[in-house]
T-cell receptor, first 112, second 114 residues
Framework: EDQVTQSPEALRLQEGESSSLNCSYT??????LFWYRQDPGKGPEFLFT???AGEEKEKERLKATLTKKESFLHITAPKPEDSATYLC?????????????FGQGTTLQVKP | NAGVTQTPKFQVLKTGQSMTLQCAQD?????MSWYRQDPGMGLRLIHY???????DQGEVPNGYNVSRSTTEDFPLRLLSAAPSQTSVYFC?????????????FGDGTRLSIL
């Protein structure tokens, strides 16, 4: 069964304290892995797509990496505005972009 | 550019009532999906559509109906609401094909069933 697991469930950081969020996946074949950011009361907002092991994407303080079993979202010197829930989702081989499998998310709080 | 618009934003129903959650997108996306989000469960796919006239079931389809008569609209119908359907519902759209295009989400409908 295709499955996505994110850890930790919650993470508290001081401003400037770098850390990483983990997304482990089990799928029959990976077509794509997506990272989203979700603010309270809002829908998920797209951050990155990763397609193959070894690939990396960066956006401001965020960097996403991918291996054959997991993805990491590295947050460098976070600021309070980075506080949000970060969601990981996978699209399996044979699937389509209307059908994603999501993890439960990691809620990040960055304190000033 | 409005993106994905969901209405209503909040709704309270009594058990057994029916209602339709509306979703519209103005990006000419072929693919549209409905998810529900519950604490500790993540987003779970209810139904999805790969184009007008074509729909399919997701992970948790029971109790929900969908139709896709136009590219722009993808309504979700609850025929007889149950307390277990209390949740936040998100509609999403993406470009067609298998090119791994990211989904664009609306801001959700918060539904309570009493």
């Amino acid at each position: 069964e295709d499955q996505v697991t994110q850890s930790p469930e919650a993470l508290r950081l001081q401003e400037g304290e770098s850390s990483s969020l983990n997304c482990s996946y089990t799928v029959s074949g990976l077509r794509g892995l997506f990272w989203y950011r979700q603010d309270p009361g809002k829908g998920p907002e797209f951050l990155f797509t990763l397609y193959s092991a070894g690939e990396e994407k960066e956006k401001e303080r965020l960097k996403a990496t991918l291996t054959k079993k997991e993805s990491f979202l590295h947050i460098t010197a976070p600021k309070p505005e980075d506080s949000a829930t970060y969601l990981c989702a996978v699209q399996a081989q044979g699937g389509n972009t209307g059908k994603l499998i999501f993890g439960q998310g990691t809620t990040l709080q960055v304190k000033p | 550019n409005a993106g994905v618009t969901q209405t209503p934003k909040f709704q309270v129903l009594k058990t057994g009532q029916s209602m339709t959650l509306q979703c519209a997108q103005d990006m000419n996306h072929e693919y549209m999906s409905w998810y529900r989000q519950d604490p500790g469960m993540g987003l779970r796919l209810i139904h999805y559509s790969v184009g007008a006239g074509i729909t399919d079931q997701g992970e948790v389809p029971n109790g929900y109906n969908v139709s896709r008569s136009t590219t722009e609209d993808f309504p979700l119908r609850l025929l007889s609401a149950a307390p277990s359907q209390t949740s936040v519902y998100f509609c999403a759209s993406s470009r067609g094909g298998f090119g791994n295009q990211p989904q664009h989400f609306g801001d959700g409908t918060r539904l309570s069933i009493l």
